[in-house]
């Protein structure tokens, strides 16, 4: 992808330093990290940590407190692990590499960079977990022998069982092979000198890190009921120290006591939560205490194979309440954040993040400030919207309220005037309040359109709105997934957004234009609806009716191959509060609809398919004008997008016939002569090397009439400009083709007193051919000064300077291949530009922008920014057509992410990087929404854990140093060798052979 910056008015002295301003900032990600693979929490720091797939590390918050890294290896993160009241956390990777990074102060805002690295030998699969007050490295091995090593030397130190401890084990236990792997390990919260060791075949060993050697009453073997050696997954020490909770594959748990009375240390409980039929395994299992009443006991997995062995499911146990949260993809992993009892209960699943209310009656779900899945139906368009008014800022966020009701009434988005604030409270936001606010509008799969707050860093979810109530689905409208029926076991509640599922594809809202002035909305979907809405306070029932427009006109030959159109409900329809559908536009045929832009002053709509355009008057819900641009050879445009039979032999015959036509016009020159053809080949290369000393200037090929899908409109654009003569302005619209067509109408509005009477009528006026027939991408008219006509109602609004009528205004029309400039009204070309293709550059995607001077506060241009596909950022000056500058911006395999990109009206864009991720990008240094932030060490913490964290990296005085393989970094220019310097806390490093099988353990 490359993008164009384009001024549209003569270069001046202030223009060239505000050009000298721009420069391309990737400056934040919005959305759920994709493929998230690991979790971490600090209690101390009140951080977040998530690992990725692709080795990206991301911490989080207070709302606005963000922070991204990213391994140099392309590998998967599997542990998170922050060290405890410092600033420091260790990630490791599936390649056996271990990662330190720090929260480091840089001119008062803190930066995470990585500080060190070591890559541990033997196989793939070690585990690490953190201890609060040891001061050494203890590595175990998969067999059942391991060794301790002080941080500062790395000199091993051999442990394994005496004879003593030995002989407490069976025969069958004994032996390098029969232990299996470590599976878990857990340090006593009462004693740090104890670690609990747990091995795969159920052996689980309490061992003294003083002594070195396991406690006499320190083995416990799992052989209950006959179930022998059942494999274990995981323990958890409880609070006071007296009790071990371990879990195991069969879907049971057993509760073990811990230095009792007796000689032996025996099984307390044990249980099976979902029955005695086969279960899946408990991954995971936490038990919480409270101030007054019986703890919280949590725990994932267990559910009965058969019945319910694809649910993903985390069971909540307080007392005699038992609830078994169902989410709606594979758990990651939680914790549970705790302000005496716990308070809230936080689960990564694989996409999105879950929040449970712990105290407040019910568990509601906490809605989240940040990470919300923006893929919770997949992302089919999106627009975005500058500068909204108060006033309808304020009535979106009243008609949102009124849909979140069913979250906990206790925490609220910043956005919300009440409730508490957010569980995850690190870091200070030290980000100036956004200077005006700005929606980002998604259309989705399922046929909803999401509004959210893109002011800021964080992308808040203000309102949704549902198209699909206007049409008859298949979705059962009493159908609630969250309620379960009485009596049910296990007690199911359905939890988490994401919902991939559509009722119906051809909801899928393609295109979306908002008037932040007068408040209507249009919408258009996959088969050819158009909605035309606005914005009501109350609940209102209404039928929507359907004016059909036939798009081919009656010709003939035709026949549509491709999905049917929706069905429309016919009785009344009660909307609630918000967005409401008062005008429906349904093309024939149904369609996608490629195009759709409004004007709300002149109260009209109009849009575009693969087989025409039309204009819609939604005051007086009337079709002013339909135009059919099909060409007789486009019968891939009568399939449609959903077709499942795609016409393959027809593709392939032409391939051969353009082989064929080739191989022909060969054999006509084709020259015997060994020498001709020599001088022949040189001739071209000439030519080759002359093109690569002008790339600009080459010749653009020419495209066939008979392509494909050449009457496609892709673009449509209203203007108030001179179209007959130079002496009357008229409003206009107008149109451009996949084949390089430009149409213009010229559109008679009645007077102010008869516009609910008299109807509009729209004549063509002019029509223009490309001589190469590039797609018309973009079309803009420029007045007197060279200036982007104003949006509709802005000047009304005294939002901007009314345009220059005086002087004769021009017409840029944007290709894929060129830009070129026509004079109006008598159309004639005046200067273009060429697009080199060496490169391949085709434009993508066209925005104007306002780019305000960062140095003059009323200083600014406007400009045309272009998205094309080769990942540079340009600046092409105009009328004199000149590159001025060059940058790099978005990767050329980027596809989907070229495909989705929108720009903002002061030079900001949005663009996918996954299906669950924008990436927002500046082009003005005036313009920035970036997170800025800092974490400091918590009051609570030692003298030596505040020395650790000073900026300059720093020994403390213990004299600890991990000898780690050094690594040269680049830090502001200057090249520096690193030698991290490790905390004084106890890292366990558990390596196990089998650790790579726990993706066929999740499968249990």
């Not at 159920?202 to 406690?215: I, P, T």
């Not at 932040?516 to 035309?532: H, P």
């Not at 063509?764 to 190469?772: D, F, G, R």
């Not at 006509?789 to 005086?806: C, G, I, K, T, Y």
Request: hydrophobic share 35%; aromatic share 8%.
């Amino acid at each position: 992808s490359t993008l164009f910056f384009l001024s549209l008015s003569p270069p001046s002295p202030s223009t060239l330093s505000l050009h000298a301003s721009l420069s391309p900032f990737h400056t934040v990600e919005h959305g759920f990290p994709h493929q998230p693979s690991a979790l971490g929490y600090s209690p101390s720091l009140q951080l977040l940590a998530i690992g990725t797939r692709s080795g990206a590390i991301k911490l989080y918050g207070a709302p606005g407190v963000e922070f991204m890294g990213l391994h140099d290896e392309n590998a998967v993160v599997t542990r998170v692990h922050f060290l405890p009241f410092q600033l420091e956390l260790v990630t490791l990777l599936d390649d056996n590499s271990l990662h330190m990074w720090t929260l480091r102060a840089h001119k008062g805002v803190s930066e995470l960079l990585e500080i060190g690295r070591f890559t541990l030998t033997g196989p793939p699969g070690y585990d690490a977990t953190t201890l609060q007050k040891r001061k050494m490295l203890l590595f175990i091995w998969p067999v059942g022998s391991w060794g301790a090593a002080p941080i500062g030397g790395f000199l091993i130190l051999p442990v394994g069982f005496g004879g003593r401890q030995v002989r407490l084990v069976p025969e069958d236990y004994i032996g390098r092979r029969n232990l299996e792997h470590v599976e878990t390990l857990q340090e006593n919260p009462v004693d740090p000198n104890q670690v609990v060791i747990g091995y795969g075949r159920g052996l689980m060993v309490v061992w003294d890190l003083e002594k070195h050697q396991a406690r006499h009453r320190g083995l416990f073997l799992n052989n209950q009921d006959g179930c022998h050696r059942r494999q274990l997954e995981s323990t958890w020490w409880t609070e006071d120290g007296g009790h071990i909770l371990s879990s195991h594959s069969d879907g049971s748990y057993c509760r073990w006591t811990v230095g009792g009375q007796s000689s032996k240390d025996e099984e307390e409980k044990s249980d099976i939560p979902y029955g005695h039929f086969p279960c899946k395994a408990i991954s995971k299992i936490v038990q919480l205490p409270t101030e007054e009443g019986p703890p919280f006991l949590l725990f994932s997995g267990g559910m009965p194979r058969a019945s319910y062995g694809d649910r993903h499911c985390i069971s909540v146990i307080h007392g005699k309440t038992h609830v078994a949260l169902d989410f709606t993809s594979r758990i990651i992993d939680y914790f549970v954040i705790r302000d005496g009892d716990p308070g809230a209960l936080v689960v990564l699943v694989e996409e999105e993040l879950v929040v449970i209310d712990l105290q407040t009656e019910g568990w509601p779900v906490i809605q989240t400030p940040y990470l919300v899945p923006l893929h919770s139906s997949a992302i089919t368009c999106s627009h975005h919207v500058s500068a909204i008014p108060l006033k309808l800022w304020e009535r979106l966020l009243a008609a949102g309220q009124l849909q979140i009701t069913h979250y906990s009434p206790k925490v609220r988005p910043p956005a919300s005037p009440s409730g508490g604030p957010w569980p995850i409270t690190g870091g200070q936001n030290l980000g100036q309040d956004p200077p005006q606010r700005d929606l980002l509008l998604t259309g989705h799969e399922d046929g909803t359109v999401r509004f959210w707050d893109a002011s800021g860093v964080c992308l808040y979810p203000m309102y949704k709105l549902s198209t699909a109530g206007v049409f008859h689905t298949d979705a059962d409208p009493n159908d609630n997934m969250n309620q379960c029926s009485e009596g049910e076991w296990p007690p199911f509640r359905k939890v988490g957004c994401f919902d991939p599922y559509s009722d119906d594809p051809r909801l899928g809202v393609q295109k979306i234009h908002l008037c932040k002035y007068s408040g209507y909305l249009t919408v258009a979907g996959t088969a050819g609806q158009i909605l035309v809405l606005e914005l009501n306070d109350e609940a209102a029932e209404q039928t929507v009716e359907a004016k059909i427009v036939d798009l081919l006109q009656g010709q003939e030959g035709f026949r549509w191959k491709g999905h049917t159109r929706l069905d429309v409900r016919e009785e009344p329809v009660l909307f609630p509060p918000g967005f409401q559908p008062f005008a429906l536009v349904q093309c024939q045929p149904p369609a996608v609809v490629t195009a759709l832009t409004l004007h709300s002053e002149w109260k009209m709509v109009a849009f575009g398919t693969s087989h025409g355009f039309g204009l819609y008057d939604y005051q007086q819900k009337n079709s002013v004008l339909v135009k059919c641009t099909l060409n007789p050879s486009d019968q891939l445009a009568m399939e449609g997008p959903l077709s499942r039979v795609k016409s393959i032999k027809k593709s392939l015959r032409q391939s051969f016939r353009r082989i064929r036509r080739s191989r022909v016009s060969l054999r006509k020159h084709h020259v015997t002569n060994a020498a001709k053809l020599q001088e022949a080949n040189a001739r071209l290369e000439a030519e080759l090397a002359e093109m690569e000393l002008a790339p600009v200037q080459r010749k653009i090929e020419a495209r066939s009439s008979e392509d494909s899908f050449t009457g496609l409109v892709r673009t449509l654009y209203f203007a108030d400009t001179f179209l007959s003569d130079s002496s009357h302005n008229s409003a206009s619209l107008w149109a451009g083709t996949n084949g390089g067509s430009v149409f213009a109408y010229m559109i008679r509005m009645p007077s102010v007193e008869h516009r609910a009477d008299e109807p509009i009528t729209a004549h063509p006026a002019k029509e223009i051919q490309l001589m190469h027939r590039a797609p018309v991408v973009a079309i803009v008219v420029l007045d007197g000064h060279g200036s982007p006509l104003p949006e509709p109602l802005e000047v009304a609004h005294d939002l901007a300077r009314s345009p220059d009528m005086q002087a004769s205004h021009q017409l840029l029309v944007v290709s894929e291949e060129q830009f070129k400039i026509f004079t109006l009204p008598k159309v004639s070309a005046k200067m273009k530009l060429k697009l080199t293709a060496l490169d391949g550059s085709r434009v993508r995607r066209v925005g104007v922008a306002w780019f305000g001077s960062s140095r003059t506060a009323d200083a600014g241009e406007s400009g045309l920014v272009v998205l094309t596909n080769q990942g540079d950022l340009n600046v092409v000056s105009l009328p004199s057509v000149k590159m001025q500058v060059q940058h790099p911006c978005i990767r050329r395999e980027d596809v989907s992410g070229i495909a989705s990109c929108v720009f903002t009206k002061h030079g900001q864009g949005f663009y996918l990087i996954s299906p669950s991720e924008f990436e927002r990008f500046s082009l003005s240094a005036r313009n920035v929404v970036e997170p800025r932030s800092l974490v400091e060490v918590p009051a609570n913490a030692t003298a030596a854990s505040k020395r650790r964290a000073a900026p300059d990296g720093a020994s403390a005085d213990n004299g600890y140093t991990l000898r780690l393989r050094q690594t040269d970094r680049q830090t502001d220019g200057h090249t520096h060798s690193i030698t991290p310097v490790w905390p004084p806390v106890l890292i366990l490093l558990i390596l196990s052979l089998q650790k790579r099988q726990e993706g066929r353990r999740g499968h249990r």
